[in-house]
């Protein structure tokens, strides 16, 4: 990858629906150069594909939680992804270092709903306890 690969993935980062040709304004190439350049950085599988991001409130998930999980023992990572998976409301985990095992972003379309999730996954029998923050307001937000 050289720095017109960046500049045009930085461009498609801001719009992945923009012509080749307004990207090639952009980086100065021309519009099939452009698309030589992305069909190239998706065979190799830099790009990994093109979506479409969706607010969230469009959809009634209105309440946004972060949730740390703290485990019993050792637990493998793949064993929280099979349990976290089977929960809807989680749109995103990891596992952590320092006391938690891991760190779940939730949406929920409201208390009760986020309730209920949280509930699935504290009844694991190898979930201890979790710790959960509502979030009140975001202030910053990047893909």
């Known amino acids: 990858m050289d720095i017109l690969d960046r500049r ?5 980062r801001h719009n ?3 012509a080749y040709g307004d990207i090639g304004s952009v980086v100065g190439l021309s519009a ?3 698309k030589r350049r992305v069909d190239r950085l998706v065979a190799s599988g830099v790009i990994r594909g ?3 991001t969706v607010d969230p409130s469009v959809e009634g998930l209105l309440t946004e939680a972060y949730v740390e999980i703290f485990c019993r ?8 992804r099979r349990l976290l998976e089977s929960v809807a409301d989680v749109v995103d ?3 952590v270092s320092g006391s938690a095992d891991a760190v779940v972003h939730m949406r929920s379309s409201n208390i ?3 309730e209920d999730s949280l509930e699935e996954i504290r009844k694991a029998t190898n979930v201890d306890h979790t710790r959960t923050s509502i979030v009140m307001s975001r202030l910053i937000y990047r893909e």
């Open 8 to 12: 045009i993935i930085d461009q498609l």
């Open 16 to 18: 992945a629906r923009a």
């Open 32 to 34: 099939s150069a452009v």
């Open 50 to 52: 093109f979506t479409v």
């Open 73 to 80: 023992g050792t637990v493998a990572p793949e064993e929280l």
């Open 93 to 95: 985990a990891g596992t």
């Open 112 to 114: 009760g709903a986020l």
